[in-house]
């Protein structure tokens, strides 16, 4: 009895230094101490997690290797994190991207997209993740020297242009008190979140009008403010990814849906935020 423990104590022994010291393995990676495990093997287990849908798992081992990467490693540690701050801010995101793609929803329609996108109603969480998630699209291909596939840039533009409209629907809706959108309580403010981002629905600043000149939402709570700046930001992030994409755009879209996505941003920067154009 001894020897078969003795035996089997070796055998996990000679996992766990496998693990660490070479090529990592899927299966047992999720398991081991993370103090233990070397990047790839994060790399690995932050894979898994998000596949089993604990993406603050995710988040973690993603986030570890960021601390500590560089080069090709470091870029898709980013685009990792992003991933999973992305399915945690919409768990349904893979088939809202598919019916983009397929030509479901409009792939300029943000409104549209938000409204699938956004499933519980909890728009602050949302935006949080949505933000972060641009914020490391942004990273992965501001770190890429080579050309970025065209399916990350897809991805970077919708999350750029979520986050844009977060921003801006976040401070319209906290400058907006006219009845019944005054938000004292959170399940009003998602209620007013909802109405702005969807152009269906009779709030006056919904997103379908923000690239009205002087009266669209933009013009009115978000041109000349604080979120001004952070808004272009994410338009010109996400304009930049449409230009790599352009070359080379995925096989359900062409060059000038690209151009006609690309003059869908300038609207909101020209009249509803009386920026200069992108180019």
Not at 99 to 116: R, Y
Not at 141 to 156: C, K, M, R
Not at 219 to 227: L, Q
Request: overall charge negative; proline content about 4%.
């Amino acid at each position: 009895m001894k020897a078969k423990k003795l035996l089997f104590l070796l055998i996990v022994a000679m996992i766990v230094f496998y693990i660490v010291g070479c090529k990592p393995i899927n299966l047992f990676s999720p398991f081991v101490d993370p103090s233990l495990m070397g990047n790839d093997a994060k790399m690995d287990a932050g894979y898994v997690a998000i596949a089993n849908g604990d993406y603050q798992t995710a988040i973690n081992y993603f986030s570890d290797v960021i601390n500590s990467s560089s080069g090709d490693q470091l870029t898709e540690a980013y685009l990792g994190r992003a991933s999973a701050y992305m399915n945690e801010a919409s768990p349904n995101i893979d088939d809202v991207v598919a019916d983009v793609l397929n030509g479901e929803i409009e792939a300029d329609d943000t409104g549209a997209v938000m409204s699938q996108v956004v499933t519980d109603g909890q728009y602050d969480d949302f935006f949080e993740n949505i933000e972060n998630s641009a914020d490391d699209y942004n990273s992965a291909t501001d770190n890429t020297t080579g050309d970025v596939d065209p399916g990350i840039l897809f991805e970077a533009y919708q999350a750029n242009m979520m986050a844009a409209s977060g921003v801006a629907a976040k401070k319209i809706a906290a400058t907006y008190n006219v009845n019944p959108w005054d938000g004292v309580t959170e399940a009003e403010l998602n209620l007013e979140y909802a109405a702005i981002l969807d152009e269906d629905m009779d709030h006056p600043d919904d997103i379908g009008t923000w690239d009205t000149p002087v009266t669209g939402g933009l013009a009115e709570f978000v041109d000349d403010e604080a979120e001004d700046a952070i808004m272009m930001e994410y338009l010109t992030n996400a304009y930049d990814a449409l230009k790599q994409l352009k070359s080379n755009p995925p096989s359900a879209m062409s060059e000038s849906d690209i151009t006609n996505m690309q003059s869908g941003i300038n609207s909101w920067v020209t009249n509803g935020l009386s920026n200069t154009a992108l180019s």
